[in-house]
């Protein structure tokens, strides 16, 4: 066992554990703080594959401002432990297994694919650094780039409107 | 089990990083005596004086004093969040300093030791994420104190730095245009008897410098702690070694970002006025390496006195004057400032050219 196993195997256990810990806490800012435990482990996952600007975007983007959000939503509501509704049993019942099934769709489908053949390259590789991704974006994928930009615009613009006052 | 791992390299790595984290507390621990000090000088006072000579025991002081006083958890917090929420204040605090260039490299031992942490190719992306991290420890800890002035505190101090990590991002991205690269290291390196980046980039040095003043939540823009308004702000509840963790952290990030200032826009640990690499044959590589770490330490002081300074010069933004100033001045510079180098860059790369 080298050191990128066992790190592998850590940040595999932890994002797992963190997916539980998301679905199965009481109260929602707990659920938020093991969300962002899972963005890290799976950030850690991609520095495994020396994918660091991918790693650094997720950590910037997704645990540092989208969770923020969520954050300021939650504690801004106010949720406290009595005022949420007693959720049924069935209803719980009803949600594991389909959470269930879809689990074993995805690992019915994935298990027949190419893609399972093939091992990651750990440790190495220059693709997922920063100097060869914006030469891929700005070259080969510069269009869909730039749509995708135009579409942050509009969301921006519509937001905007949403939020002016009459 | 077989551990196949290159030993020499973490032992080399973990004094580096002991080094680097004690080096930051005590240099963050005398900051806390400097700004008591520079207060006193500005104000016409003495300012500590008791505790050993020009009061320079007074952190030790301080310290103890906070160590012996009752640690309080409100009943109705929850004890996990509470005691966790200064616990990352502190550790975002202080894991800046591990993509921070302390000096060139040491030859030791037959090896050479490079005197950074971790030179990554993300570089100052690293510190942006530990940046947006910091929210967390603020916001956390607001909320479990169960009380309503610090969650409008930890509010506060959340949605400040949001809105300053923006103008931050966007005015690092000219400086990104001139050096083109995001490597600490490679900024030192390209700095090193060439000018200064500050002289490429004066507009954008002026705005990361108020974006750093705005994210270490110091005077001008600590309204996160304005006592008239909010009690104490985030922290109020917070007593003991907690609360010194929460004011603690303030002051490693002022250290923290003042290196990474440094390392951005002055050099580094650049020898000013004078050619590193002819030093490098004269002195001997270790002595060099030595001076460079006391200059780069002699920079980082002062923008620490300039920090308090303009803590005691400045009165307190109003919040909407901060929102204004953030969203609505700052930004629209930074992208003037972007487009700017943008076009600059290109015509150079065109001989001046149209």
Redesign the interface.
């Known amino acids: 066992?080298?050191?990128t196993q066992i790190l592998f195997w850590f940040l595999s256990v932890l994002a797992i554990v963190g997916a539980a810990g998301v679905v199965g806490s009481k109260?929602p800012?707990y659920s938020v703080?093991w969300l962002?435990v899972v963005f890290f482990a799976i950030s850690g996952h991609y520095i495994l594959m020396n994918a660091?600007?991918l790693?650094?975007?997720n950590?910037?983007v997704y645990?540092?401002?989208i969770m923020?959000l969520f954050?300021?939503v939650i504690?801004?509501m106010n949720l406290n432990a009595d005022a949420e509704p007693a959720k049924n049993m069935n209803l719980k019942m009803a949600g594991t297994i389909a959470g269930m099934c879809l689990m074993l769709v995805f690992v019915a489908a994935l298990s027949r694919s190419d893609e399972m053949n093939r091992v990651s390259q750990m440790n190495g590789g220059d693709i997922g650094?920063?100097g060869y991704l914006g030469k891929v974006l700005f070259n080969d994928y510069v269009i869909p780039f730039e749509i995708s930009s135009v579409l942050f615009l509009s969301a921006m613009v519509g937001a905007v409107v949403i939020g002016k006052k009459e | 089990m077989f551990l196949t791992i290159d030993w020499t390299i973490i032992l080399e790595k973990f004094v580096l990083i002991v080094v680097v984290v004690m080096g930051s507390l005590i240099i963050a621990m005398y900051a806390t005596w400097g700004e008591r000090k520079v207060a006193a000088i500005l104000q016409d006072r003495r300012g500590p004086n008791r505790a050993g000579p020009a009061g320079i025991f007074q952190p030790l002081a301080d310290g103890l004093k906070l160590f012996f006083k009752e640690e309080i958890i409100p009943n109705f917090s929850s004890k996990f969040l509470f005691i966790l929420g200064p616990c990352l204040a502190m550790l975002t605090a202080i894991m800046i300093g591990a993509v921070v260039p302390w000096g060139n490299k040491l030859h030791l031992f037959n090896r050479d030791m490079s005197l950074q942490i971790a030179d990554i190719n993300i570089g100052i992306l690293f510190v942006f994420g530990v940046v947006s991290m910091g929210v967390y420890g603020i916001m956390i800890g607001g909320w479990a104190s169960n009380n309503k002035f610090s969650l409008f505190g930890a509010l506060r101090a959340a949605s400040q730095i949001i809105s300053y990590e923006l103008p931050m991002g966007l005015a690092l991205i000219a400086l990104l245009m001139v050096t083109g690269t995001l490597s600490l290291k490679a900024m030192v390196g390209g700095q090193m008897d060439h000018i200064w980046n500050i002289f490429k980039q004066p507009l954008g040095f002026l705005i990361f410098l108020v974006c750093a003043f705005a994210e270490c939540n110091r005077t001008p823009f600590d309204l996160a702690e304005a006592e008239n308004e909010l009690v104490g702000g985030y922290h109020t509840e917070y007593s003991s070694m907690k609360l010194g963790f929460y004011l603690f952290a303030e002051y490693i990030n002022m250290f923290l970002s003042s290196a990474v200032m440094v390392s951005l826009f002055f050099g580094g640990y650049d020898i000013p006025f004078f050619n590193d690499a002819a030093l490098i044959d004269k002195l001997g590589l270790n002595w060099v390496t030595i001076i460079q770490g006391g200059v780069l330490f002699i920079k980082i002081v002062c923008f620490l006195i300039f920090f308090m300074w303009v803590r005691w010069t400045i009165p307190r933004f109003r919040y909407d004057q901060l929102m204004n100033l953030g969203w609505k001045i700052l930004i629209p510079l930074a992208i003037f400032n972007m487009l700017l180098t943008g076009a600059l860059v290109l015509l150079k790369q065109n001989h001046w050219h149209f």
Do not use: D
């Open positions: 066992m080298n050191i109260n800012v703080l962002i660091q600007f790693a650094i975007v950590i910037i645990a540092g401002a923020v954050l300021f504690m801004l650094l920063i």
